[in-house]
């Protein structure tokens, strides 16, 4: 009816149908990204599905960055960075085929370490305060802190880090914590062992004083693990014992 003719008039039947469509579900599996700024800290798994609305044979393509696109069979996961991922589905027999859908998928699985120059493993030192030089390596999602000793450390452009420390006699196991911007955290130790007491070292063969008749004798002696022997300006070499 109209508000001229406001009597209702029978029309002629029709039927509304959904315009010819294909479209592709996608599932990342966790379904949100657990880290700070929408990183994923954990390998993602990512599933997609073919759907229309016209009967006919359904296939879906997907690509991550740059790579063409290739066919999908089974779910995949997504490597650590920062990567485009590229999806869409055909209906080959009506014919359909949508536009290609881009989403950015961000993956750091962990912190870096920091690797220092005096070493990573046990440092030896007779002095009772020490600096540290370190590099940070490069991570996705930036640097956002350094610890070492339980203190913040300034971080150069170049990722560098400096500490200066106080040691105590003997070992002293010291902290590095990295922390990223995606919510990542590695905690290591540096042992350091402070030594200021000066090596041992004893004459077993010759006696002081003692008279010889011979041009060339043999000196020995017994010196403490790991020590350094200089016999008249020369180092010598020692036993693993000393």
């Not at 996961?77 to 949508?98: C, F, Q, W």
């Not at 007491?197 to 008749?213: G, R, Y």
């Amino acid at each position: 009816h109209t508000s001229a003719e406001v009597g209702d008039v029978r029309s002629d039947p029709y039927v509304v149908e959904d315009v010819p469509a294909v479209a592709t579900a996608m599932v990342i599996t966790p379904p949100a990204p657990e880290g700070e700024d929408m990183w994923y800290l954990h390998t993602p798994t990512v599933a997609l599905n073919a759907q229309s609305n016209k009967d006919g044979t359904l296939s879906t393509w997907y690509a991550i960055d740059d790579a063409l696109l290739a066919q999908y069979t089974q779910p995949f996961l997504i490597p650590d960075g920062v990567h485009t991922l590229r999806y869409m589905s055909k209906n080959e027999t009506a014919g359909l085929e949508e536009e290609a859908h881009t989403t950015q998928v961000k993956v750091e699985l962990s912190a870096p370490a920091v690797t220092f120059s005096e070493g990573n493993g046990a440092i030896l030192t007779s002095e009772s305060t020490m600096t540290l030089h370190g590099t940070v390596a490069p991570s996705a999602s930036g640097i956002a802190a350094v610890e070492i000793g339980a203190q913040p450390v300034s971080i150069s452009t170049l990722q560098a880090v400096t500490a200066k420390l106080l040691l105590m006699e003997g070992t002293n196991d010291i902290s590095v914590l990295t922390r990223t911007n995606a919510g990542n955290t590695r905690l290591a130790t540096v042992r350091i062992v402070l030594d200021t007491t000066p090596p041992a070292i004893s004459i077993t063969s010759h006696k002081n004083w003692q008279v010889v008749t011979t041009p060339t004798i043999v000196v020995k002696g017994q010196a403490e693990e790991n020590a350094t022997v200089v016999f008249n300006g020369t180092t010598v070499v020692t036993a693993p014992d000393g």
